[in-house]
């Protein structure tokens, strides 16, 4: 007569199909986008500085045509206007790349932050290049593990979107910001010229608070941009030891329920 139990073995093997399938998952776990922006959202540009470039003035606002949540700060010290007046989203990024770009001058960048806690393999790509500038001019990129003691930040411009680390944390000293520049960031590129390529420049996992930054160092008037911002990385898989254990507990509980 069938009871309508199963066996103890089938249950046995269904339960080690069920791992063996959870185990396969995580062996083949996929990458994933942790950020991304081209800017290409944006469809109005009111402005024109310097003539004949169309730009939409200020930071990148999600509300306007951004991907993403995006920060602006000022590095070093500055010429003149607030940051919001030095940052700009651009509709012609200049040949070969006539998308729309980033912009940034005097000091001043855009930076976004991610969280790559349970991640592994993160990497970093982005095109950049400089327009109008002089030979002490610089587009400098870089990343720092840690906080930036911004305010709430929702992607629109908000006062917490903005952070003058020149004369906010380092009293206005030069000297200061230069030095925590190079102890506190790690710098990816420091460079002038047409457009260029970083390409999968490794980031730092396990982390809770990254931010990569985009700056120009020198330059009232003159301009860094950038492009194509992605940052890709892959999902850490759960232990197996946890799968095994499951898969132990779950034998253990048949057997007690034939005793």
């Known amino acids: 007569m069938n009871s309508g139990i199963p066996k103890p073995g089938l249950l046995v093997g269904i339960l080690c199909s069920v791992i063996i399938l959870t185990l396969s998952a995580q062996a083949n776990a996929t990458e994933t986008t942790l950020f991304y922006e081209d800017f ?29 949540i995006w920060y602006g700060g000022r590095f070093e010290e500055y010429d003149d206007g607030t940051i919001d007046q030095d940052l700009a989203v651009q509709k012609f990024g200049g040949s070969p790349n006539n998308t729309h770009t980033g912009r940034f001058e005097d000091e001043a960048g855009l930076l976004f932050n991610i969280n790559t806690l349970n991640y592994t393999d993160v990497k970093l790509s982005f095109d950049y290049r400089t327009f109008h500038t002089d030979r002490q001019d610089k587009v400098v990129a870089g990343y720092l593990i840690g906080d930036l003691n911004f305010g709430s930040c929702l992607g629109n411009g908000e006062p917490g979107c903005f952070r003058d680390f020149f004369t906010e944390d380092l009293g206005g000293s030069q000297s200061a910001a230069e030095s925590w520049w190079n102890t506190d960031w790690t710098e990816i590129v420091r460079d002038r010229g047409e457009w260029k390529s970083i390409e999968d420049y490794a980031l730092p ?23 194509n911002i992605q940052v890709h990385a892959t999902l850490v898989p759960e232990p197996i030891s946890s799968a095994l254990f499951l898969l132990g507990g779950s034998a253990f509980g048949v057997r007690r329920f034939f005793a």
């Open 205 to 227: 996992s396990g982390e809770e608070n990254v931010w990569i930054a985009f700056w120009l160092d020198n330059g009232e008037k003159d301009f860094g941009k950038i492009d």
């Open 40 to 68: 290409e959202g944006y469809s109005y540009f009111p402005d024109e500085y310097p003539a004949f470039d169309p730009i939409n003035k200020g930071i990148p606002k999600i509300s306007e045509g951004a991907n993403e």
